[in-house]
């Protein structure tokens, strides 16, 4: 079955810096694209980045681009966030999601994980 399970989330100071992993399990990894998401409580879910199943191509919100990078490694079954410059704004739960295809910008999910939380305060 297929597994998707988020880490390296925790309490970071404003400015500082994360990166985030997804371990996933139960199918072909890198044949399909995959996404970062976010959402605080009470509001809906926000599309971060996406990344092509081979890693050379990616997509970034406007409210992250500059300061993440989306990156996988395809021998390991994981994706990455690395998150820089972070800022309260930046605060919420963090989720990977499994694309249905290969296709970037074609975002249709079939699986996602139980997500990390990520809070910048000082």
């Known amino acids: 079955q297929v597994q998707l399970v988020e880490s390296g989330g925790g309490l970071v100071q404003p400015g500082g810096s994360l990166r985030l992993s997804c371990a996933a399990s139960g199918f072909s990894f890198s044949i399909y694209a995959m996404s970062w998401a976010r959402q605080v409580p009470g509001k809906g879910l926000e599309w971060v980045s996406s990344i092509t199943g081979g890693g050379g191509g990616t997509s970034y919100a406007d409210s992250v681009k500059g300061r993440f990078a989306i990156s996988r490694d395809n021998s390991k079954n994981t994706l990455y966030l690395q998150m820089n410059n972070l800022n309260p704004g930046d605060t919420a739960i963090y989720y990977c999601?499994?694309?249905?295809?290969?296709?970037?910008?074609?975002?249709?999910?079939?699986?996602g994980g139980q997500g990390t939380q990520v809070t910048v305060s000082s």
């Open positions: 999601r499994k694309h249905v295809s290969d296709r970037l910008l074609e975002r249709i999910y079939d699986y």
